[in-house]
Structure formats: structure tokens, C-alpha cells
């Protein structure tokens, strides 16, 4: 017999009750699954994006202190001197927070030791002699130092963000 | 056991490294407060530093403070008398050790 298309066989109405109940389970399931997952992987969404911005505000508090630490190197000033110190209080405090903040999240935040050490050697490039002397002049090649030590930091606050996401 | 507090007993803007770059220099405070408490090669108390309270700490200040006392009296016998407290800063103290251990290299 011929098939006879745009027509549908009696028995394609034929479901029964058990097929009913099956299909009716399986998308029972499928939503559960799928609530469970969205909500799981929200909360990691959200959890990264947390950590994102505040890395982002680690940055701008470290380019706070290279821009006023380069105008101090140019001009000098016991108030400017002050304001960097003060900024680089609030540098190492939120930089403290981050390392902190690793214990509290289910994934890998990539801030810890080399981030640490970068820190304190473009601190040291900064705030050591002649840093304070009424005085005191900084080399060319001292500038040079703190720019690239602060491309370093950029760089690796850069990659923990990418990291975050792999 | 002593107990310096740096913000309240020296200053809460401590300075440069040397007495001659300004007030509240490493050196002043090094003199002033480390050197008296290190002279008697008998004393093994602990002294424990408070650095909470400072407006901040120049690396200057720092390694003429502790790195300077290390270089006089030896990096052993300083880790093993000096004790630091920063709640507000904690990275500050082993920034601190650093500049005590650079001392004896």
C-alpha cells in the first residue's frame, strides 16, 4: 500500500498511558537537571565576577600609585611622599584581602607569591632611597624600573583575571 | 616581654631612612628604641613591634630600622627577639623578615 503523505495513521494516536507517564518524567528531570545546573553555574558566574572586579580594583589603586609615584619621582614633596605611603597601605590591604579571598571561593584565583614579591619590588623601587630625602633625585634607570615593575603587575593581575574563566 | 608601639610611642607618619632626610627616620627609630633593647647581649626577651596605626611604611624606614639593627647585631638573634603585629597590613611583616634576612647576605 502506498504511503499517503499529509495523512497521519490511526496509529499515531494510539499513546499509551505508561508512554505518558515515561515522557512526562523524563521532562520532570530534564528541568530539575537543568535548574540545578543554571543555579550552580550562576553562582560560579557570579563568584568570578566578584573576584574580576575586585582584582580590577587592586589595578586602579596600584596605577593610583605609580601615576602619583611618578610625579613624585619628578617633583618630590613630603605631602606627595605621604600620599603614596597612605596609597600603598591601601594597595597591600586589599592585596592581603585577595590572598584571603582564595580560601573562601571553589575555584582557583591566581594571586599568591610572585604577585606578592612584584609588589613589594616595585614598592622597594619606589618608596626606598632617596624616597623622603628633602633632596633626593632618582635615576633615570630607577624610572625606567618602576615603569617596567608595574607593566609586570598589570600583566599578571591581567592574567588572573583571564585564568579565572579556564 | 617589651611591646613598641610605633604609631603611638614614635610616630604616626614615620619617615625616610636616615636622621638627616627628616624626622622620624629608621635610624632615629632604630637608635631611639631597637638599639638600647639589643645592647645587652644577655637580654633574650621578646620585643614584639605594633605597626598598626601608621599612615604607612617606606621601604627606606623599614630596612634602616630592621634590616640596620640585623646588620649590627646579627639576622638570627634578630628573627629570634623580634616579634611584629599588623592586623591591618599583615603582608608588612614578612616584607619586614625580607629586608631582615637581605641583611646578612
Redesign the interface.
Known amino acids: 500500500m502506498a504511503f499517503k503523505w499529509g495523512t497521519l495513521r490511526g496509529a499515531f494516536y494510539e499513546v499509551r498511558l505508561v508512554e505518558i507517564v515515561q515522557t512526562a518524567a523524563t521532562v520532570v528531570v530534564a528541568c530539575l537537571v537543568s535548574f540545578v545546573l543554571n543555579r550552580r553555574l550562576g553562582t560560579g558566574f557570579k563568584q568570578r565576577e566578584l573576584v574580576i572586579s575586585a582584582v580590577e580594583h587592586l589595578r586602579a589603586l596600584l596605577k593610583e600609585v605609580f601615576s602619583n609615584g611618578q610625579t613624585y619621582m619628578e617633583d618630590g614633596g613630603?605631602n606627595n611622599?605621604?600620599v603614596?605611603?597612605?596609597?600603598?597601605?591601601q594597595t597591600?590591604?586589599f592585596?592581603?584581602f585577595l590572598i584571603r579571598l582564595k580560601k573562601e571561593v571553589p575555584f582557583r584565583i591566581h594571586i599568591g607569591d610572585s604577585t606578592?614579591r612584584g609588589?613589594?619590588a616595585f614598592?622597594?623601587c619606589?618608596?626606598?632611597?632617596p624616597?623622603?630625602?628633602?633632596k633626593?633625585v632618582y635615576s633615570l634607570q630607577r624610572r625606567k624600573n618602576l615603569t617596567t615593575l608595574y607593566e609586570l603587575l598589570v600583566e599578571e593581575l591581567e592574567l588572573c583575571k583571564l585564568r579565572l574563566y579556564r | 616581654m617589651i611591646r613598641i608601639n610605633i604609631a603611638e610611642q614614635f610616630s604616626r607618619?614615620p619617615?625616610?631612612?636616615y636622621r638627616s632626610?627628616?624626622p622620624h627616620?629608621g635610624e632615629e627609630f632604630r637608635e631611639k628604641f631597637l638599639v638600647p633593647l639589643f645592647a645587652n647581649e644577655d637580654d633574650n626577651s621578646k620585643i614584639e613591634i605594633v605597626l598598626d596605626g601608621a599612615?604607612?611604611?617606606?621601604?627606606?624606614?623599614l630596612?634602616e630600622a630592621f634590616g640596620g639593627i640585623a646588620r649590627l647585631y646579627g639576622v638570627k638573634r634578630c628573627l629570634e627577639r623580634l616579634a611584629f603585629i599588623s592586623n591591618?597590613?599583615?603582608?608588612?611583616i614578612?616584607?619586614i623578615r625580607?629586608y631582615i634576612e637581605e641583611a646578612g647576605k
Do not use: C, H, N, V
Open positions: 613630603l611622599a605621604q603614596i605611603l597612605a596609597e600603598l597601605k597591600s590591604m592585596l592581603s606578592t609588589y613589594w614598592k622597594k619606589l618608596t626606598d632611597s624616597f623622603g630625602e628633602s633626593g | 607618619t619617615g625616610a631612612r632626610d627628616g627616620s599612615a604607612g611604611y617606606a621601604t627606606s624606614f630596612d591591618e597590613e599583615p603582608l608588612l614578612e616584607e625580607t
